[in-house]
C-alpha cells in the first residue's frame, strides 16, 4: 500500500523560501501525477500544483510565480518550493497523488500533511 | 476560477439520521466533481468521484448526485465515524478548486 510522508522545517522566515519533500513509500514515483496542497488554520483546501514522472508541472496561477517542484526519482521523492514567504503562507502542506478515476484524476493518496509557520 | 459554494456551512444531526450536503458552482463543472471527508488532524480522504461514484472502500451509505452546477452528498444513515468535515473539489476547469466545507457535527 502506498503511503506518502512530508518532510521540512516546520517554522521558515518571512521572505525566505519554503522548501518541503514528500517520500513515496511502497509503490514507485515513476508512475501517476503527485500534487502538493495546503490548508490554511480553519480554512479550505487550496491546490498548489502537481508534478507528472515525466516532469512536466502545472501550478495555481496566484502561486505560480513563487513555485517550483521536482522529482527525485532515485529517491522515490518529490519537493515543493515557495520563494518569498509571508504569513499568508502559514498552513498545513499537503502531498498527495492524483489517480484516474472515471473521466479525471482525483487524490486518492495523502500525506499526513506538516504544519508549516512562517514568522517574522 | 471556479467558486463551488457549500451549504450548509454547519448540520447537526443525530447518529442514524439522513445528512444532505450540497456544492454548487459558479459554472458548470459537468460531472467532474469530488467530495472528500476530513477529520481533525488528519488529511482528507476521497468519497466520491465523478459526482456519483464511490472511491474503493468507502460504505454504500455514501452517495452523491448532480451534474452541471448543482450536486449533492447524502449519507443515508450516519454512524459515529461520519462527524466530520466534507469538501467538495471540481475538476471539471483548470485550476481546481474546493468549497468552503460542510461541518457535520453530532446533535
Known amino acids: 500500500q502506498v503511503q506518502l510522508q512530508e518532510s521540512g522545517p516546520g517554522l521558515v522566515k518571512s521572505s525566505e523560501t519554503l522548501s518541503l519533500t514528500c517520500t513515496v513509500f511502497g509503490g514507485s514515483i515513476n508512475t501517476y501525477y503527485w500534487s502538493w496542497f495546503r490548508q490554511p488554520p480553519g480554512k479550505t483546501l487550496e491546490w498548489i500544483g502537481y508534478i507528472h514522472y515525466s516532469e512536466s508541472a502545472s501550478y495555481n496561477p496566484p502561486l505560480k510565480s513563487r513555485v517550483t517542484m521536482s522529482l527525485d526519482t532515485s529517491k522515490n521523492q518529490f519537493s515543493l518550493r515557495l520563494r518569498s514567504v509571508t504569513a499568508a503562507d502559514t498552513a498545513v502542506y499537503y502531498c498527495a497523488r492524483y489517480s484516474e478515476y472515471g473521466g479525471r484524476h482525483y487524490m486518492d493518496v495523502w500525506g499526513k500533511g506538516t504544519t508549516v509557520t512562517v514568522s517574522s | ?107
Do not use: H, M
Not at chain 2, 50 to 77: K, V
Open chain 2, 1 to 107: 476560477e471556479i467558486v463551488l459554494t457549500q451549504s450548509p456551512a454547519t448540520l447537526s444531526l443525530s447518529p442514524g439520521e439522513r445528512a444532505t450536503l450540497s456544492c454548487w458552482a459558479s459554472q458548470s463543472v459537468s460531472s467532474y466533481l469530488a467530495w472528500y471527508q476530513q477529520k481533525p488532524g488528519q488529511a482528507p480522504r476521497l468519497l466520491i468521484y465523478d459526482a456519483s461514484n464511490r472511491a474503493p472502500g468507502i460504505p454504500a451509505r455514501f452517495s452523491g448526485s448532480g451534474s452541471g452546477t448543482d450536486f449533492t452528498l447524502t449519507i443515508s444513515s450516519l454512524e459515529p465515524e461520519d462527524f466530520a468535515v466534507y469538501y467538495c473539489q471540481q475538476r471539471g476547469n483548470w485550476p481546481e478548486t474546493f468549497g468552503q466545507g460542510t461541518k457535520v457535527e453530532i446533535k
